[in-house]
């Protein structure tokens, strides 16, 4: 009988565990671990093996609310229960890399509490460049040692031309030499057979024109300017002036017991009216019957309250001394 080779899918390979790495213990659990007691039995044991022992919840990994320092620990050890490893199947990349970056050259990843279900898990040990040392066992447990070389070591491609098959070395083609004032003259615009423009015939007669000063639409609003500009367009000065038609006028009596009073706007169109019909008033300025806020500061009826055209004003003299 002719001998035959026999291959099975069901057994586990295996490679002899390379030499322990150096550091501190960390264990990774989750809250149900932690009620069940496998978390704080898990820690015992490896308090009574190695004696420095780290303590970390997964969340707090997943959810970056912690971060593991580089190159600190010598083996991770991951206790959960199935329904949490399949929850962590999306962000298991993410947390591979992680522990790598923590784990110290030659340093193991100790997977437990692992079901048949969860098969894609020594895939992704493998891309994320963990080497898998005990596949998936009858107790549900997985182990994984990071390699003792850098995983992202960069190298210089500059090599000497070889020979390649015995034939001759490659020989890189000489570059042709081009002289500066050719290269320039390839790219000049100016050159002595073109035409020169002038630059004064490219401008039409409404690019010569004087552009006339525009403002925005006045906005009431907002903000005002000082006062509207000569030639206003935005309509400022045309609100000044109704501003200035619907103000008030007060008149401040400068006697001893006197007070403000506030001039109505009838009283104010008919003082108007009377300052233009007064045209024979015996004044410099031709405003002192308007009342004070008409009259200059040397006024002799500065204080006195308005009074009509052609009406007789007697000044106290006993005035002198306020």
């Not at 199947?89 to 890399?97: R, V, Y």
């Not at 103000?247 to 400068?254: A, E, P």
Request: glycine share 8%; with cysteine; aromatic share 4%.
């Amino acid at each position: 009988m002719s001998p035959a080779a026999v291959y099975t899918t069901g057994v586990t390979q295996y490679q002899p565990l390379a030499s322990k790495a150096t550091g501190s213990t960390l264990v990774i659990g989750s809250p149900s671990t932690a009620r069940d007691g496998q978390y704080q039995a898990l820690i015992t044991e490896l308090e009574n093996d190695t004696g420095t022992v780290e303590k970390q919840m997964l969340d707090r990994l997943v959810d970056a609310a912690t971060t593991m320092q580089p190159s600190s620990y010598a083996a991770v050890h991951i206790t959960l229960d199935s329904s949490e490893y399949e929850g962590l199947l999306p962000n298991l990349p993410a947390l591979l890399l992680q522990i790598q970056e923590g784990l110290n050259p030659l340093g193991t990843l100790h997977l437990r509490n692992l079901t048949s279900t969860l098969s894609t898990i020594p895939s992704e040990l493998t891309l994320a460049g963990f080497t898998i040392l005990s596949g998936l066992n009858a107790n549900g447990s997985i182990i994984a040692q990071k390699p003792g070389h850098s995983t992202g070591a960069v190298f210089s491609l500059k090599k000497q031309a070889q020979r390649l098959n015995g034939s001759a070395p490659i020989v890189a083609l000489p570059r042709r030499k081009t002289d500066n004032a050719t290269k320039k003259a390839l790219w000049s615009l100016n050159t002595p057979s073109a035409a020169k423009i002038d630059a004064e015939a490219l401008l039409t007669p409404a690019d010569r024109e004087r552009p006339v000063p525009l403002c925005e639409p006045v906005n009431p609003s907002a903000p005002r300017r000082k006062r509207a500009c000569k030639n206003c367009t935005c309509g400022l000065a045309e609100l000044e002036q109704e501003e200035l038609r619907q103000s008030n006028v007060v008149i401040i009596d400068g006697s001893q017991d006197g007070g403000a009073r506030e001039v109505s706007q009838a009283e104010k169109e008919r003082l108007q009216k009377a300052a233009q019909a007064a045209s024979k008033a015996t004044s410099s300025c031709g405003n002192c019957y308007l009342g004070d806020a008409f009259r200059c500061a040397s006024c002799p009826y500065l204080g006195l309250p308005a009074f009509k055209p052609g009406e007789k004003v007697v000044i106290d003299l006993g005035m002198d001394d306020i």
